[in-house]
């Protein structure tokens, strides 16, 4: 009943298209080249219904109008940011519901990365589309928001079921790992990741979507409260200092 159909796009972007097979309706996840979904949709024979934007950047919401004018599509989008999402129809936030078909997507509040930033959970499909907020190994940079709120954001995240799969929206996971083992150096999961990340991106495979359990024993991001991690960083038993010394490192990195 639930379809995901993943292509690339720009220069790392992932491109989502929704699709429930019982209503017909298909929702494009943000829309960083509008020739790229419609053609991707149609190919499929699917129209799209609805666009669903995690944030307000232009590699998310570019296409809005351009699909809108194509399909007629309503544009769903966070409250957050409702004057900076292009063709807005309605604007959501944390405990709203967001349907497609007889499918159901809960809107979590995720910012840091925009101050706006929305994730859209699928419970019965163990999916979420994330955005920017978290990706394979990472998480997106703290343009709008500041560590507190990041870390609060990603707490969200990471208390989803862990079966979740993660539908981050850039293909950053190779560098993301070279960071990674240069903070946490001695996670084994980590390794045995970053062998097949490794392996996956030689033969130019994809590496995401991710599933939260993974990510919540390899993500530095994620383990912030991790005691081993807090005291590498040289901030024990605080978790937003550990995440802020973490991100600037990797903003250096």
Known sequence: ????????????????????SVSGETA???????QKYLAEAAARGWTITQIWNTHWHPDHAGGNLAIKEATGCTITGPAGEEAKIPGIDRAVKTGDVVSLGG????????????LGHVAYHLAGEATAFVGDAVFALGCGRVFE???DMMWA???????????TALYCAHEYTASNA??????DPGNEALAAYVNEITDKRSRNEWTVPTQLARELKTNPFLRADDPGLQAAMGHPGDPVATFAEIRGRKDRF
């Open 1 to 20: 009943m639930f379809q995901i159909h993943q292509f690339p796009c720009l220069n790392d972007n992932y491109g989502f298209l929704a699709h429930d």
């Open 178 to 183: 070279k960071f990674a083992v240069t903070v």
């Open 28 to 34: 494009a996840v943000d829309t960083p080249d509008a």
């Open 145 to 147: 928001g500041n560590p």
């Open 103 to 114: 499918l159901a997507a809960h809107v979590i509040d995720v910012p840091g990365h925009t």
């Open 153 to 163: 954001s990603l707490s969200r995240l990471k208390n989803l079921p862990p079966e």
